[in-house]
């Protein structure tokens, strides 16, 4: 079965902290660059990190310096490490492949607000 589940979004203030959790399915993870995207109220989907198979990581000037991404190839799961966030943080958190992106999952909650 074709998944993906996202995990660990909430509320958190201003220059907290917080680390999301995403669960693959192997067709999709195996092999491919992982990457996270997110959605804010009435904005496009962004992608904000990459990972490729390898462990090389990329992000958005945005997040940079901010956000750090990882995975774990044995348990096909890829995190998500973010700190200082800031309100325009505030969106829905998706992984999914980088190139031949395949069915969204729920994704999971982020709300920077004091």
């Known amino acids: 079965q074709v998944m993906l589940v996202e995990s660990g979004g909430g509320l958190v203030q201003p220059g907290g902290s917080l680390t999301l959790s995403c669960a693959a399915s192997?067709?999709?993870?195996?092999?491919?660059?992982m990457g996270w995207y997110r959605q804010a109220p009435g904005k496009q989907r962004e992608l904000v990190a990459t990972i490729t198979s390898g462990g090389n990581t990329g992000y958005a000037e945005s997040v940079k310096g901010r956000f750090t991404t990882s995975r774990d190839n044995a348990k096909n799961m890829v995190y998500l490490q973010m700190n200082n966030l800031k309100p325009e943080d505030t969106a829905v958190y998706y992984c999914?492949?980088?190139?031949?992106?395949?069915?969204w999952g729920q994704g999971t909650q982020v709300t920077v607000s004091s």
């Open positions: 999914n492949r980088v190139v031949r992106i395949s069915a």
């Open positions: 192997g067709s999709i993870f195996r092999g491919n660059a």
